[in-house]
């Protein structure tokens, strides 16, 4: 089964968000293969440092034959649909596993940024850490039904 793996910093802060995360991961690995990888949080008071600090830890999950996919503000913005095609395609085709990558406070580091094969974008408007992990996993398993024909998104 083709692995799919979110890469992000810390731990989930409230349990009703903690148990949100288990019910989507459940749900998720019905089709695929899915895990999260917590980093540890770097704690800084200078942006840059985390920054750096951070990419170190991002690049080092990265195997090479990995598609990234940075989720960032400043990427390409995609509907439902369109994820699930994007899910779909490098899951069925890629030969390396799919990664997302979901930076702390700072944002990506530059070379995290160049190694990332997209950047996407889920708004405009700024959504807390915690709770845009959420808003991921719904939106993975949404893009999983539509890819399947279930009734989830309708």
């Known amino acids: 089964m083709k692995t799919v793996e979110l890469v992000c910093s810390g731990e989930l802060k409230f349990k009703g ?6 019910k989507y991961l459940q749900n998720i690995n ?9 980093l540890k949080v770097i704690h800084h ?8 600090k951070e990419g170190a830890l991002f690049l080092r999950e990265i195997q090479p034959r990995d598609y990234v996919v940075a989720l960032d503000e400043r990427g390409k913005k995609m509907d439902s649909r369109g994820f699930a095609a994007l899910l779909q395609q490098k899951i069925s085709y890629h ?3 799919l990664l997302f990558l979901i930076g702390g406070f700072a944002g990506f580091a530059p070379a995290v940024v160049s190694r990332a094969d997209l950047r996407l974008a889920f708004s405009d408007m700024t959504i807390a850490h915690d709770i845009f992990r959420i808003v991921f996993l719904e939106q993975v398993y949404r893009a999983m039904t539509i890819a399947h024909g279930g009734k989830y998104h309708r």
């Open 17 to 22: 968000l903690q148990e949100l995360e288990k």
């Open 95 to 97: 030969p390396g596993r």
């Open 45 to 52: 008071s200078e942006e840059e440092f985390v920054k750096v």
């Open 30 to 38: 019905y089709y695929v293969e899915f895990s999260i990888k917590k």
